[in-house]
């Protein structure tokens, strides 16, 4: 089985920085994705690393270091509208996509 | 263009009884896949689907069953329905399993068998 780890809250003021950590433990590896759920709503994909280093993508960047497994999801600027889960999801050497929990960020005014 | 569709958004259902879960794409993906999602437990892989007319089993595969008779579709069936299986089923699609081929999810099913 596969083995993802992050932490399940943050709290950050609006306007501010996050860093979501994630760890993983998979067979195989094929890529690591970030994805945003807003409550009851679906997830939607916000990045996808393969390779190691960071991806930055607007607002959101994401690294990824695969000897280490690890991986992080840092918010920029952070908006009202940023409250949400935000799922770390693996692929394995099979490609299916494995999820962790996810962390629930909730942005204060 | 609709993406991905579920029916029903929700529904309830006496322990076991059947129901299948619809799901409905037109981006033509080649890959389906149906997770549940229960809290503080995440996004589980129940069934997939690489391509048209075959399957697999994912994480969570008892007490469940899939088929992919064309690319469109691909409907998860709870064949006798129990309690645990109450939860929040989604589906989603690929055009590719590989590469950068991010997953378009459905809006979900809230499924409560009592």
């Known amino acids: 089985g596969q083995n993802i780890d992050q932490p399940t809250e943050m709290t950050a003021t609006e306007g501010a920085i996050v860093q979501i950590n994630c760890t993983y433990q998979t067979s195989g590896f094929n890529g690591l994705f970030w994805y945003q759920q807003h409550a009851g709503e679906a997830p939607t994909f916000l990045s996808y690393n393969v390779l190691d280093g960071l991806e930055e993508k607007g607002r959101f960047s994401s690294f990824l270091s695969r000897s280490k497994g690890y991986s992080y999801l840092l918010l920029k600027e952070l908006q009202m509208k940023d409250s949400a889960s935000y799922l770390c999801?693996?692929?394995?050497?099979?490609?299916?996509?494995?999820f962790g929990a996810g962390t629930t960020v909730t942005v204060r005014a | 263009t609709a993406g991905i569709t579920q029916a029903p958004t929700s529904q309830i259902l006496a322990a076991g009884r059947s129901m299948t879960l619809r799901c409905t794409q037109d981006m033509r993906h080649n890959a389906m896949y149906w997770y549940r999602q229960d809290l503080g437990l995440g996004l589980r892989l129940i069934h997939y689907?690489?391509?048209?007319?075959?399957?697999g089993k994912g994480e969570v595969p008892d007490g469940y069953s899939v088929s992919r008779a064309n690319t469109d579709d691909f409907p998860l069936t709870l064949a006798s329905a129990v309690p645990s299986q109450t939860s929040v089923y989604f589906c989603?699609?690929?055009?590719?399993?590989?590469?950068?081929?991010?997953?378009?999810f459905g809006p979900g099913t809230r499924l409560t068998v009592l």
């Open positions: 989603a699609s690929s055009d590719s399993i590989a590469g950068g081929g991010e997953q378009f």
């Open positions: 689907s690489n391509t048209a007319g075959t399957t």
């Open positions: 999801a693996v692929r394995d050497g099979d490609y299916k996509l494995s």
